[in-house]
């Protein structure tokens, strides 16, 4: 059974940058597509980056992100990072690491393994 957990997060001001870590443990983790999510209150879960599998050569982002966030794998095994540069009060949600053996997608429905998720505030 795969498990994702998050760290990092936490409060920042607009313009700052903060990053965000998963780690995952279980299964067969080298074809494990990993992704970011993230849910605003009263919002839909909200795709904000995907990296290709097993090397993460590729990356996706969301419309929202695209220009100002980094996802990569992590120094250690089995960790995908964000780096969230330039943050806006916008960004303010719980960002949730998401895993899927399948073909990697921008919609929450298709990923079957899910972290607790982190609080990232943004104040202006």
Not at 77 to 83: G, N, P
Request: hydrophobic share 40%.
């Amino acid at each position: 059974q795969v498990r994702l957990i998050e760290s990092g997060g936490g409060l920042a001001r607009t313009g700052d940058s903060l990053n965000v870590s998963c780690a995952a443990s279980g299964g067969a983790l080298k074809m494990l597509g990993m992704a970011w999510f993230r849910q605003a209150p009263g919002k839909e879960r909200e795709f904000v980056a995907s990296l290709s599998r097993p090397a993460g050569v590729t990356q996706w982002y969301g419309n929202a992100v695209d220009g100002r966030f980094k996802i990569s794998r992590g120094n250690a095994q089995y960790t995908t990072l964000l780096q969230m540069n330039n943050l806006q009060p916008a960004d303010t949600a719980v960002y949730y690491c998401a895993a899927t053996f399948a073909t990697l997608r921008r919609e929450a429905k298709f990923y079957e393994y899910w972290g607790q998720g982190t609080q990232v505030t943004v104040s202006s």
